[in-house]
């Protein structure tokens, strides 16, 4: 994939296809969009619209978590043996802050899940106005961070990895493991607000079984998403 | 509201400051701080001269927990939100032409161009 997404900072070039890493990344961008505009014009008293949102949030924290864990547990351990083997000291560095920044995030996502119950138990202007500021710092920090890996992270993955070693890795490790109730819920999720120049041929080479999953999840993502950014105009995170 | 500062809290923060059409800027103050009074008749001027931001003081002691929720850690602290959003801060008491030269440049085009002179 050439064409960046919405926000996306780089691709730089090499033997891995990082496909899915960005549509990932666009997920995430998206979605703090969409919920630092939602903290915002949500009227207080619309309770439904908490309670959705507090839903939404826990499946956005739940695929973060799971994205930067695999990250965490397989990717930054195999190039770190790949540029410790190297000597490459600045490759080495990048590698910590990637690790440390995945550190900084974890407690902004709880802050953020607070203040969503709170509202959703009820009308609190102080919950409102703490949710707004810890959004936006989430969506700024996590910004910083996406943008520093595809910049820097993956420019280092593309030196050292080769193409068949990162296929290998995403089938087995970082794409592996999912079932098929988790994918019901990933796919719709990934492929919301995508481009179709870029949708339509990874649902092409992504086969038959994951379209089936894909048509599945979606009239159940859709009813979600809509319950939950009904405040929220459509062309933020678009 | 524009042209006078007038107070805001943490109960009305949300609707005041975050859910504003125009740009706010608000100031956090307490009574106990000198360079905070210093500031205020600087701003109550620039209230009545920027006419398309509005301004308001937020009293920290009074109102934590706003002051909490943005990390403010010095006073005065100016923040300045347009669409809800935080896109100015100024931490510590600036003379009024440093000030002044940070908000217009906050300003739509066609104001920047008449308050620039």
Same mark, same amino acid.
């Given at each position: 994939?050439?064409?960046?997404?919405?926000?996306?900072?780089?691709?730089?070039?090499?033997?891995?296809?990082?496909?899915?890493?960005?549509?990932?990344?666009?997920?995430?961008?998206?979605?703090?969009?969409?919920?630092?505009?939602?903290?915002?014009?949500?009227?207080?008293?619309?309770?439904?619209?908490?309670?959705?949102?507090?839903?939404?949030?826990? /499946?956005?924290?739940?695929?973060?978590?799971?994205?930067?864990?695999?990250?965490?547990?397989?990717?930054?351990?195999?190039?770190?043996?790949?540029?410790?083997?190297?000597?490459?000291?600045?490759?080495?560095?990048?590698?910590?802050?990637?690790?440390?920044?995945?550190?900084?995030?974890?407690?902004?996502?709880?802050?953020?899940?607070?203040?969503?119950?709170? +509202?959703?138990?009820?009308?609190?202007?102080?919950?409102?106005?703490?949710?707004?500021?810890?959004?936006?710092?989430?969506?700024?920090?996590?910004?910083?961070? /996406?943008?520093?890996?595809?910049?820097?992270?993956?420019?280092?993955?593309?030196?050292?990895?080769?193409?068949?070693?990162?296929?290998?890795?995403?089938?087995?490790?970082?794409?592996?493991?999912?079932?098929?109730?988790?994918?019901?819920?990933?796919?719709?999720?990934?492929?919301?607000? +995508?481009?179709?120049?870029?949708?339509?041929?990874?649902?092409?080479?992504?086969?038959?079984?994951?379209?089936?999953? /894909?048509?599945?999840?979606?009239?159940?993502?859709?009813?979600?998403?809509?319950?939950?950014?009904?405040?929220?105009?459509?062309?933020?995170?678009? | 509201?524009?042209?006078?500062?007038?107070?805001?809290?943490?109960?009305?923060?949300?609707?005041?400051?975050?859910?504003?059409?125009?740009?706010?800027?608000?100031?956090?103050?307490?009574?106990?701080?000198?360079?905070?009074?210093?500031?205020?008749?600087?701003?109550?001027?620039?209230?009545?001269?920027?006419?398309?931001?509005?301004?308001? #003081?937020?009293?920290?002691?009074?109102?934590?927990?706003?002051?909490?929720?943005?990390?403010?850690?010095?006073?005065?602290?100016?923040?300045?939100?347009?669409?809800?959003?935080?896109?100015?801060?100024?931490?510590?008491?600036?003379?009024?032409?440093?000030?002044?030269?940070?908000?217009?440049?906050?300003?739509?085009?066609? #104001?920047?161009?008449?308050?620039?002179?």
């Amino acid at each position: 994939m050439t064409t960046l997404l919405p926000g996306q900072a780089a691709a730089p070039a090499g033997p891995a296809d990082l496909s899915m890493m960005y549509v990932l990344h666009h997920g995430f961008r998206r979605d703090l969009a969409r919920f630092v505009a939602a903290a915002r014009l949500t009227p207080l008293d619309e309770r439904a619209t908490w309670r959705a949102l507090l839903e939404r949030w826990d /499946l956005f924290a739940r695929l973060l978590h799971d994205h930067h864990h695999k990250e965490d547990e397989h990717l930054w351990p195999l190039l770190r043996g790949k540029v410790e083997a190297a000597g490459d000291l600045d490759a080495a560095r990048v590698l910590d802050e990637m690790e440390a920044e995945h550190a900084t995030i974890d407690p902004l996502l709880e802050a953020v899940r607070s203040g969503f119950s709170s +509202l959703a138990a009820g009308p609190s202007p102080t919950a409102q106005t703490g949710l707004a500021a810890d959004l936006a710092r989430a969506r700024d920090e996590l910004g910083a961070h /996406l943008g520093h890996e595809e910049q820097d992270a993956i420019e280092i993955l593309q030196r050292y990895v080769p193409g068949e070693e990162w296929a290998e890795l995403e089938r087995t490790e970082l794409r592996g493991g999912l079932a098929p109730g988790d994918l019901v819920r990933l796919l719709p999720w990934c492929v919301e607000a +995508l481009p179709d120049e870029v949708s339509r041929p990874l649902l092409a080479e992504a086969g038959l079984p994951f379209r089936v999953l /894909l048509r599945l999840g979606r009239p159940r993502f859709g009813r979600l998403e809509r319950a939950a950014f009904v405040f929220v105009p459509e062309d933020v995170g678009a | 509201m524009n042209g006078v500062v007038a107070r805001v809290g943490d109960a009305d923060f949300g609707d005041v400051v975050l859910g504003a059409v125009t740009p706010v800027l608000v100031d956090f103050h307490a009574d106990w701080c000198g360079p905070c009074r210093q500031l205020e008749p600087v701003l109550d001027e620039l209230a009545a001269e920027l006419d398309w931001m509005s301004f308001v #003081r937020l009293d920290v002691d009074a109102e934590p927990v706003t002051a909490a929720a943005y990390r403010v850690t010095g006073l005065p602290t100016l923040l300045v939100f347009v669409s809800g959003e935080l896109v100015l801060s100024i931490v510590g008491a600036r003379p009024r032409r440093t000030v002044r030269e940070l908000l217009v440049a906050l300003a739509p085009d066609g #104001r920047r161009a008449a308050q620039t002179a």
